[in-house]
């Protein structure tokens, strides 16, 4: 790697708030260049109105004359259904590509086989198929939470029963559409959750994740998505219990975690989203339940959504595709 | 009872959350008259500038000169620990008392025997007790919430294993002592647990109460409190599995709670805390949960911490200590 | 009047925010009773799922079937311009109607006669017209906060120069409709002016009150709205300068408001949105400046506007026309 | 100037708002290492744990053993009235300062001619003097937001009569004390104006800045901050009226900030504060009044109060007083 070059980097759907996110930190980045910034919606607006420290330049349609080509990695911020013909289009062009939908996370048998060969792209579990991933999954925002506190004990075979997920989230997780439910009157001084029972879309991911992590041995999920009155940020509480007691019960994540740059493990302590907003880590909190009859664990694990749980983690994987250091620009 | 008898009322600790909702609450009730308020602070302000709906009169300093006799039933609602001297000299007045104070609602065995004797205020299950009760335990504002959605299963022991009850509050749950920890820019885009591991103090209150309810045959319980950025409002989001399928599952709760004023049951949707807020009802959610090996149940309760959560309650207490209708200034 | 009747009242438009209002007020209201809740949307909906304390009842749907004249007086809850034609249709029938749209407040020289002898609702002002006016226009929000506050100096012709009013308001005061800038992710932690230049179509309304106010020599009125991060509440704050000092500065809001039952005057004060939130009051503040060459005062207005600033107004005009005391069902 | 130098910068008063923003952005600033980080409280604690993008190190105590020489500049972010002590420490030890106190802003005629020295440290006005200062008095977040918007027309004297100055804070701008009235059931859902009638201690340091632009023939001005419930943030808006109208309205502010970095101009749009929010730029909006007898204006000027306001525009006098480009770090 030439550590002076500049890469030159599309994002399609840069109108969203992963989109604009991203823009912002691009921006800021030191190696990387926005080329191409494309949207369906907003064409012609400076990127500058976007986010702060967006580069110059204005939005572009996202039409299909766009030059793929003249740009080293492309980022799909498009909506879930939306992005695959653009993905495949990237490809199509010779270039590699960091997809933010949830189309290509969990591939059926049936997909094409390029989209069976994405990567999922938590790099904490998948670093090195990373590296040289030609697509790149980008894993959501809920299963980011969850799987990055889950990862030591399931690759250990450590848990005994159902996990239980309940998750919250700042509204920027559900984009920018305007839904009456987002409404500012309806969210506000309100919190509900949404999707109980095992219906949403982000629980296949994290069971598929998880059954690699455990080798096939894995727990039962049972995931409840909240929706919070704040702009970002997720907290999930995860409850658990061990098949035996650990004598000191941060170990797993320590140990899993030492040389990372962006988990931080917090002992016996409750991150909050403030820990972690307008950031781009995570962090993890192990708290021993007293009074059980067997040894129970509550995990936190507290992201920025549009941080880790989206723009965030897909510069952490363009990092790690054009071999700069896999924190640059994140800290 | 006299139906045109107006009850005279003191509260002692008006100048709380708990007591400001309360003087709302009376101020606009048709068969009762505050005739006593009384703090440690804000002596001489008068009532109007505390709660929209106050009636006239001014704060009175808490001291033994209060004349606690010349009230038909007194509201104590100082904090945690400041409660029991006042509950006595009321009894030693010769008048009845509701205390929202957590000192009375778990009495110890060598605890004195007026305070063995309390009756715990919630309606829904001791109703008949309360009416005649000298001392009422009016509920902690967590314990209400989870109680009211478990109390059917816990009745008739068909719970298998831990129960797992996530809830969050609004900040005037933790009252209004100026903890930097509640100012605002702390609070505001944030959210977090806290007392984790089972050591929150309204673990014993429905430890004890589920014990009774389920004649010692009670699960375990795991409780982890939640700080939301909202003012007023509870969610609690509980999960259990059941000893065996139910094929109606809302059925114990729509049974349970079909004459209950101020429960409404919600089959197969999640109540959100705009359900609740401002009133003082409490709204329960039944949500069968799938792909799980054995049948398990997501329930979700929603309260007013200030309203069915405290001041409320000890409105519905007082109702029911007055023979007055239960839900006479509540809807 | 016979004070045990029970008056038949329609609501149109019930599902928007003003029209929740007023039936949550309505439920409540002891002379009265909503005997017809029509909307366009939401059609079968229980009137209770739509605001605390609602009475039985389903939404009927808003077509010409809809028997307007079985009601003793209509209030109509719908847009600005969709109102007239309902209005119309419910003077057909025989009966009295109270309008919340703007499209009658400041009616033109060639609107139809009926539509200009309706009367401006803001029963401080106008309270006489009210008791027997077949059609009024309840004001606007802004309208409302800013007369009350300058109709005892606009009467007595004391100001000099262009009055300033820099006023705020809850998103709930535009309405439900699903706008992206209205979005939860887009208000929360922001806070911005709009319509600003004086292009409010509220300016209209108040020029044309504060002209009959000040038998023609009105001072100009330069407004700019702003929005705020909260659900409700409006606070106009409002700057002049004074023909002459004032000896006691409050003296002619203490005269003008004394028998009022709504209007809090609070001297050297500045009263906030949380003093009116979630009532029917206005609060006025009067706060004289230092340090200027000419005597200048602030004056602070603060009203909820669906409150005062609507549905509230909508029940005082409703009062007054059925001859009730005319703050029934709204301390 | 080295442009590979690391200077060593020192903060004092790190655990507050402004400076733990501060330790934020030197934390990535590539010119400057924060040697010297300390404060009265939470000593010990590491600075990671303040602020996001803070480097190693831990809070030293404020003692007078603090080794003041080894930095070349030292920020001091104490609180009103605690920082003179601290500057002449400073400046004893031969270092350059930076105060973010209101002490140094206004010095009296009687103050140490040390404080009458001071540069007041509004770039955008006085940029020349920074490079060289050494001691720089930061402004006031409100003076930061009315100064910019004002400066053109009080530098070209085209201002007739007063100026009236309505300014919305967030809650950061109060600091970090447990005060009562900042609690987040205090703020939330709230808005109201605090020292109203011209009382506000930032008058006086508007007042001086403007008398100075204007060559002594200065406005009167009329100023009423407010409280919003966000946590950082403010906008001015402002009214005056013109000695004659101008053709091109927003012409003085174009040709005023073309060349700045962190002044953006925008003609006829209200900016908000999310324009600015997490940002250290100020937005500035200038729209024209129609309707009104003699020529107005509304100016819009929106800044972060931790930002341009505070830590932010403290970096860019840094940034002169080292001889770094200006806008280093903060775009």
Redesign the interface.
């Known amino acids: 790697m030439d550590n002076n070059a500049i890469w030159r980097i599309g994002i399609l759907g840069v109108t969203g708030?992963a989109g604009r996110e991203l823009l912002s930190l691009l921006g800021?980045h030191r190696h990387v260049h926005v080329g191409l910034a494309a949207a369906r919606s907003e064409v012609g607006v400076p990127l500058r109105k976007l986010a702060?420290?967006a580069p110059a330049g204005a939005v572009c349609a996202l039409d299909e004359s766009l030059p793929l080509g003249e740009c080293d990695v492309v980022v799909c911020c498009l909506p879930h259904g939306a992005s695959l013909p653009w993905v495949e289009r990237v490809l199509e062009a010779g270039r590699r590509v960091i997809d933010l939908s949830a189309d290509l996370r969990v591939p059926g048998e049936d997909a094409p086989r390029w989209s069976r060969e994405a990567v999922y792209g938590l790099p904490e579990l998948h670093r090195e198929r990373i590296r040289t991933a030609q697509v790149v999954a980008n894993p959501g925002c809920y299963p980011t939470a969850a799987l990055l506190a889950l990862a030591p004990l399931l690759r250990a075979g450590m848990i005994d029963?159902?996990v239980?997920i309940?998750a919250?989230s700042?509204?920027?997780g559900a984009g920018?559409a305007?839904?009456?439910d987002?409404?500012?009157?309806?969210?506000?001084?309100?919190?509900?959750?949404?999707a109980?029972?095992?219906?949403h879309r982000h629980?296949d991911e994290m069971r598929d994740q998880a059954h690699r992590l455990g080798n096939g041995a894995t727990p039962?999920l049972?995931f409840?998505p909240?929706l919070?009155?704040?702009?970002?940020?997720i907290?999930a509480?995860i409850?658990l219990?061990l098949k035996a007691p650990l004598e000191d019960p941060a170990a797993p994540w320590r140990e899993a975690y030492a040389e990372e740059p962006l988990v931080r493990v917090m002992e016996g302590e409750?991150?909050?989203?403030?820990d972690v907003?307008?950031?781009n880590g995570a962090a993890i909190?192990v708290?021993?339940?007293?009074?059980?009859?067997s040894p129970?664990l509550?995990l936190?694990s507290a992201i920025d959504n549009l941080g880790k749980g989206a723009a965030g983690q897909a510069v952490q994987n363009l990092n790690l595709m054009l071999g700069l250091p896999e924190a640059e620009g994140l800290?």
């Open positions: 708030y800021r702060p420290g029963g159902p239980i309940d919250a700042g509204t920027t920018r305007a839904r009456p987002l409404l500012f009157a309806e969210v506000s001084e309100n919190f509900r959750a949404y109980a029972g095992n219906v629980l039962e049972v409840t909240h919070l009155p704040i702009r970002r940020g907290l509480t409850h219990s409750m991150p909050s989203i403030a907003a307008g950031g909190g708290v021993p339940v007293t009074g059980t009859s129970r509550t936190f800290l």
